[in-house]
Nanobody, 126 residues
């Protein structure tokens, strides 16, 4: 059974940093693209960042480009999102996701992902 478990969320002041982790089990994650999404209260879930199978390609939403970094450790089945220069508008529940797509394109929409974690709350105070 595939499982994705996020950790690392919390409360941080604007301008601060947080590091989110996603522990994956039950699947061959090294061969799957993975991503981070977030959902703020009253809003749709939105794409944050994604990474290709071997980690050579990374993709970011414009709103986080230059501030967030996605990475993966395939040996440990771990996905990480390093967040810096956080803003109040980054407040949301952050979820990691895994895609079984065999396409060369890395999905950047929710429909492109097959497995989801429960999410971890990030609150950025002003």
């Amino acid at each position: 059974q595939v499982q994705l478990v996020e950790s690392g969320g919390g409360l941080v002041q604007a301008g601060g940093s947080l590091r989110l982790s996603c522990a994956a089990s039950g699947g061959t994650f090294s061969s799957w693209p993975m991503g981070w999404f977030r959902q703020a209260p009253g809003k749709e879930r939105e794409f944050v960042a994604a990474i290709s199978r071997i980690g050579g390609g990374t993709y970011y939403a414009d709103s986080v480009k230059g501030r967030f970094t996605i990475s993966r450790d395939s040996a440990k089945n771990t996905l990480t999102l390093q967040m810096s220069s956080l803003k109040p508008e980054d407040t949301a529940v952050y979820s990691c996701a895994a895609s079984r797509s065999t396409s060369a394109l890395v999905p950047r929409t929710t429909s492109g992902y097959d497995y989801w974690g429960q999410g971890t709350q990030v609150i950025v105070s002003s």
